[in-house]
């Protein structure tokens, strides 16, 4: 099933621009995203997204994307959304 996406326009913790689906609570106002279209996948949104921004990420709440172990803390989404892991 095709879900909509949309990339927060502002840029949150390390610079991330952090890639959300519809119902996801932590998807921002309608002024503050950008519409991405229609995907299958989470992965082919923020592909879409990083045309936009490079730094472009899946949020962990609705878009859950397989992360490299090489990466460190830091690049979490959740100090973006300043959750207590």
């Not at 502002?10 to 952090?18: I, L, M, P, Q, S």
């Not at 923020?46 to 859950?64: D, L, N, T, V």
């Amino acid at each position: 099933m095709q879900l909509y996406y949309y990339v927060d326009k502002h840029a949150g913790y390390n610079d991330n621009h952090v890639v959300h689906a519809t119902g996801c609570p932590f998807i921002p106002s309608d002024s503050a995203r950008r519409f991405l279209g229609t995907f299958y996948t989470p992965t082919a949104a923020i592909q879409q997204a990083r045309k936009f921004y490079s730094s472009a990420m899946g949020c962990e709440q609705c878009c859950p994307v397989a992360v490299k172990k090489s990466l460190t803390t830091q690049n979490s989404v959740a100090l973006k959304h300043m959750v207590q892991l």
